[in-house]
């Protein structure tokens, strides 16, 4: 392309409509991509590689907090509105407690979440199994004017049984969840979780083997809504982070039929496959790659830290992948899609988000670790950011429930 054409679609991009005059909600700041392309020094490979949050020339930790709505495209306005509002409700200290698994459950007004089953600061993992608790979105709502609403939401655990096993995945399932539930030891082996909202909170095994041996750690879960069909992430975690034996499987995805039970492999040829969802219509699958994460044996910067697109054939199975987006702040992990199909992905500084054609347009800053969010109702958001829960208003709708 030559560069009359290229700055002319860079104005028509970001400058037809964005200006620094432009009138922003109160939450939210611009900062478009222009103003970051050639740096007045760009700092050394050992400093800047995916880990420390990237603060753009004229601002700071602090700012980029004070206004966490980060405007990189004019089409991230409408995703927004008028008045977005980030609060911290929850803080659990050092234990992350707020980790993934985020679902919500409408005929309560209910968001359930489970804590890091991997991490060492939560203790969890081989002795004992991860927790899932839940908030009240009408005690999250009450404190949406506030910044930090820590101490008016209270978070309760709530006790499955059967047990999830170290659960990180989840997504609603016919009025139930199912969860992900990693395993533990060699002896409890990886599982999707049918669940019930409501007590007696009594859960059902769906599938714990393929074809007789045991998944490496079933990370995430998403039903497509085109065909009914159950599709879930095994990965490597569970080794990563020491509490699962060395793995029998590639890193694969699986499609679980609904119907016959049968289970396939869709996809493989990831480093770490992760988070999955769909695109409203079912259409497509979202599919992240955290393979720079590597659990307990650090961070691998030249590896995917990635989102790969699908189509979705047919006949459910995986075709035409492409590399949707690289995020640029540690690894996507949580994946979900809003109702006009734009994709938003949990990473290391929030939450950030793509349109369908893989244009960054903006994100919901936190500034650490936001491993998976979900959409609660029109307008409404639950954001995990491990030891700290964020609840968030903007415009966007999730994708239908299925
Ligand atoms: C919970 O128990 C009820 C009553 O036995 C049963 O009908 C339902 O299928 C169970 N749900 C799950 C998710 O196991």
Not at 36 to 46: G, H, I, M
Not at 104 to 113: A, D, I, K, N, S
Not at 127 to 135: E, F, N, W
Not at 347 to 359: A, I, K, L
């Amino acid at each position: 392309m030559n560069v009359a054409l290229l700055s002319g679609a860079l104005s028509l991009a970001s400058g037809a409509v964005l200006s620094a005059s432009t009138k922003l909600p109160e939450q939210a700041q611009l900062l478009l991509p222009e103003a970051t392309v050639v740096l007045p020094s760009v700092p050394p490979p050992e400093v800047a590689n995916g880990i420390p949050v990237f603060v753009p020339p004229g601002t700071s930790l602090q700012s980029l907090t004070d206004k966490p709505f980060h405007v990189f495209h004019e089409e991230f306005i409408a995703i927004i509105g008028e008045s977005p509002t980030l609060t911290l409700i929850a803080d659990s200290g050092t234990n992350p407690m707020f980790h993934e698994a985020v679902v919500w459950h409408p005929p309560t007004e209910e968001v359930f979440f489970a804590q890091n089953a991997g991490a060492k600061a939560a203790g969890t993992g081989l002795h004992r199994s991860s927790v899932i608790q839940k908030v009240s979105l009408s005690e999250a709502m009450a404190v949406s004017h506030l910044r930090n609403g820590v101490g008016k939401v209270q978070v309760q655990v709530v006790d499955f049984q059967p047990a999830v096993i170290n659960p990180n995945g989840g997504t609603n399932y016919k009025g139930n969840f199912i969860f992900a539930g990693e395993g533990m030891g060699s002896d409890i082996a990886p599982a999707l979780y049918l669940a019930n909202p409501e007590p007696p909170y009594n859960t059902t095994i769906l599938i714990n083997n393929y074809y007789g041996r045991q998944f490496n750690s079933v990370n995430d879960v998403a039903v497509n809504p085109w065909n009914g069909d159950i599709y879930f992430t095994d990965v490597t975690y569970g080794y990563l982070q020491d509490f699962r034996p060395k793995p029998v499987l590639p890193n694969q995805v699986y499609k679980l039929n609904a119907v016959t039970k049968a289970v396939t492999a869709v996809a493989d040829e990831f480093v770490n496959c992760n988070g999955i969802t769909f695109s409203p219509d079912g259409r497509y699958a979202y599919v992240t790659d955290t393979g720079s994460a590597q659990g307990f044996y650090g961070y691998e910067p030249t590896k995917p830290s990635s989102i790969y697109r699908y189509t979705v054939a047919a006949d459910g199975t995986f075709e035409n992948r492409k590399l949707f987006a690289h995020v640029t702040s540690r690894v996507p992990d949580g994946v979900h899609c809003d109702t006009n199909g734009n994709v938003y992905a949990g990473c290391g500084d929030g939450v950030h988000v793509w349109n369908p054609s893989g244009v960054l347009l903006g994100k919901i800053f936190t500034g650490e670790t936001a491993a998976n969010f979900q959409f609660a109702g029109d307008g409404r958001m639950v954001i995990c950011g491990e030891t700290h829960l964020y609840f968030a208003t903007l415009a966007a709708k999730g994708a239908a429930l299925t």
